[in-house]
C-alpha cells in the first residue's frame, strides 16, 4: 500500500508565477489535508478536504490560495502569483474514511513539496 | 493560544540512552499525536494517545499523557543513531475540528554513535 504521495518534491517559482502542488492520498483515504511548515516552525494546518468539499480552509491564506480534491485525480494546492514569504515545505496528509462524518484521528503524511520563491 | 510546544528544542545523547522529550498545551484535546521527522523529510507517525488514555507503548516508545496537566512525554529507550530526527507532538481538538492538528517546534534530537 504506497503512502501519501507528493509531486513535485522540489519547486522553483519567480515571483508572481502559479504554483501547483499535487498530493495523492493513501489508497482507501478520501480525508486530505494540507499543512504548511516555515523554516525551523512546526506545521500549521492550512485546509481539510474530502472529495469534492472544502470542509475547513480556516487555515489558509484568503487571498492567492485554493485547494481542490475533485473526484478522480490528486487534491491540488494552487499558489497564485507567489511571493518570496510562500517559501515554505508544504506537507499534505490523508486519514481514512469510516463513515459519513467520521475518520480516523491518524493523518499520514507525504514526503512533502519544498517551494522555493526566487 | 499556541499548543504543543515541546521540551526541549535539543537533545544530544548517546547510542544506548534513553531520550525523553516533553510536550505542553493549552486547550481541551480529543488526542495527542507524536510525529518523527528527518531532515529535510515528511513526518512519521510514531504514535497516537487519546485524551482518556494515561499511557501508551509501541516497541522502544513510551508515551504518557497527563490531562491535569496539559502534558506528554515522549520517552525512547536504547536510543540507536538512527532515531536522530525532530519530534513533534500534535494535538486534535476536543471540539469538532480535531482534525486540525496544532504541532510545536519540535525537538531535534541527535543520538551519536
Known amino acids: 500500500n504506497a503512502g501519501v504521495m507528493q509531486n513535485p518534491r522540489h519547486l522553483v517559482r519567480r515571483r508572481g508565477q502559479e504554483a501547483r502542488l499535487r498530493c495523492s492520498p493513501m489508497k482507501g483515504h478520501s480525508h486530505v489535508y494540507w499543512y504548511r511548515q516555515l523554516p525551523e516552525e512546526g506545521l500549521k494546518f492550512m485546509v481539510y478536504?474530502?472529495?469534492?468539499?472544502?470542509?475547513?480552509e480556516s487555515g489558509m491564506p484568503k487571498e492567492r490560495f485554493s485547494a481542490e480534491f475533485p473526484k478522480e485525480g490528486p487534491s491540488i494546492l494552487r499558489i497564485q502569483q507567489v511571493v518570496r514569504g510562500d517559501s515554505a515545505a508544504y506537507f499534505c496528509?490523508?486519514?481514512?474514511?469510516?463513515?459519513?462524518?467520521?475518520?480516523?484521528?491518524?493523518?499520514?503524511f507525504g514526503p512533502g513539496t519544498r517551494l522555493t520563491v526566487l | 493560544s499556541q499548543q504543543g510546544e515541546e521540551d526541549p528544542q535539543a537533545l544530544s545523547i548517546q547510542e544506548g540512552e534513553n531520550a525523553t522529550m516533553n510536550c505542553s498545551y493549552k486547550t481541551s484535546i480529543n488526542n495527542l499525536q507524536w510525529y518523527r521527522q528527518n531532515s529535510g523529510r515528511g513526518l512519521v507517525h510514531l504514535i497516537l494517545?487519546?485524551?482518556?488514555?494515561r499511557e501508551k507503548h509501541s516497541g522502544r516508545l513510551r508515551v504518557t499523557l497527563d490531562t491535569s496537566k496539559k502534558s506528554s512525554s515522549l520517552l525512547i529507550t536504547a536510543s540507536r543513531a538512527a532515531d536522530t530526527a525532530s519530534y513533534f507532538c500534535a494535538t486534535g481538538d476536543s471540539g469538532g475540528s480535531n482534525y486540525k492538528l496544532t504541532f510545536g517546534k519540535g525537538t531535534l534530537l541527535t543520538v551519536n554513535p
Open positions: 494517545i487519546r485524551s482518556n488514555e
Open positions: 478536504l474530502q472529495k469534492e468539499n472544502i470542509i475547513d
Open positions: 496528509a490523508s486519514s481514512l474514511d469510516l463513515g459519513p462524518i467520521s475518520h480516523t484521528d491518524t493523518q499520514y
